[in-house]
């Protein structure tokens, strides 16, 4: 039996659980791998009404095959320099480096996508040319051994791309199937260019708030990071 | 303010993870809810990698709105006549009884299916006839308070459809819209239907399996439920 395949999923207070638990449960049907979820020092991180628990030790991590960071309050993350140095240190020995949602913020902070196309959540894709990567539109964006899904529920169709990438795409079907991934959205309301005008023009001041309070964290972090 | 909304989510070993972590984060962007997650004694509930702790006390719960069973080796929890009776007590006095994947199967044995018409997971569908319940292939299905949605990644269409139906559809268009729930399956692999034959022939038959070994706990609880 080969060594299996280490999966590595770092977390954090006020993440968007669903931008790592939709992967997860696509990667869990895989053979052979070994799938670490990781905090800061082990402590568990809760969302409402429960808590992740029994985690990794992320500082302790010495390598992983796939990193795959979540998004969520993704700033939590970027302005906790364990965090970021431990994202950037495995994230260059990884064989992927991938993310969910405005999990490619993070990466980007950490250094590691740097002329590169990522996708992000659409209403914080922009920021990502803070740190020199190009913001892409797309649902699941790869470039070279990076490859990033938009928001949240993204992560289902970035799970069966990065897992068509690792062990073909017979194995990415026999996977949706199982999963009955057919999806059939009652609202065409997903994306900016879809959803009803009043929806749209209510959600997109509330986001833009929440990214504009956030803006000055991500600047110091880019600053930071051109200064290295 | 009113009282919140209570949002209860029983949840057991061997469950599978996304039925209920999908369908939770777009109801967790629902104003004036409480959600709970609740397992026997409080327990943790282990998967691969980490545990879900903190959780509610099941048993303790005198009432929720809306009672959503997840799936997964649903026999576990239709074994233990503990989460069973919690399943029918709490049933009974909520608003809505609803389940993702096999936890349709949990609520047919606690008797809250006789007569009515749900979803499952396309292995295990049929079973859900041995209680007295119509098996229904559509993605999510309603019948009177009872709405469940078909396997693990349909909980994302059976939260839409669950959130219009308690606060309104541009309610749920404005969540669709947060969690980019504007999905773009690579592949076309869903359901036995699309799925190439090879691809279908083997999972079918690893599930049949699985679900022929199942089925004497599925026989037993139904025996017992016609006795009551």
């Not at 992983?64 to 998004?71: F, I, K, N, Q, T």
């Not at 699941?140 to 289902?156: E, F, L, P, R, S």
């Not at 959205?185 to 929440?210: C, I, M, W, Y």
Request: proline fraction near 6%.
């Amino acid at each position: 039996m080969p060594q299996p395949f280490i999966i590595l999923i770092p977390i954090y207070q006020g993440l968007t659980q669903l931008d790592f638990t939709g992967p997860y449960q696509f990667f869990c049907d895989l053979p052979n791998v070994d799938i670490k979820v990781a905090s800061i020092g082990g402590q568990p991180v809760t969302v409402e009404g429960f808590s992740f628990a029994d985690l990794s030790v992320l500082e302790e991590i010495t390598h992983c095959d796939l990193l795959c960071v979540p998004g969520g309050n993704c700033t939590n993350a970027i302005e906790n320099s364990d965090f970021i140095a431990a994202i950037k240190r495995l994230g260059q020995g990884a064989r992927y480096i991938t993310s969910v949602c405005t999990g490619s913020l993070i990466l980007a902070a950490a250094g590691l996508l740097k002329g590169k196309r990522a996708a992000c959540h659409w209403a914080w894709r922009e920021k990502l040319a803070l740190f020199g990567a190009t913001p892409d539109a797309g649902r699941v964006v790869k470039d070279g051994n990076i490859i990033t899904g938009g928001g949240v529920t993204a992560g289902m169709d970035f799970a069966l791309v990065v897992i068509a990438e690792m062990v073909g795409e017979d194995s990415a079907r026999a996977i949706q199937l199982r999963l009955e991934y057919s999806p059939e959205p009652p609202f065409h309301s997903g994306n900016p260019e879809t959803a009803p005008k009043a929806v749209r023009d209510k959600v997109a001041q509330k986001l833009s708030q929440q990214v504009t309070e956030k803006s000055p964290v991500l600047e110091c972090a880019a600053r930071h990071l051109s200064i290295d």
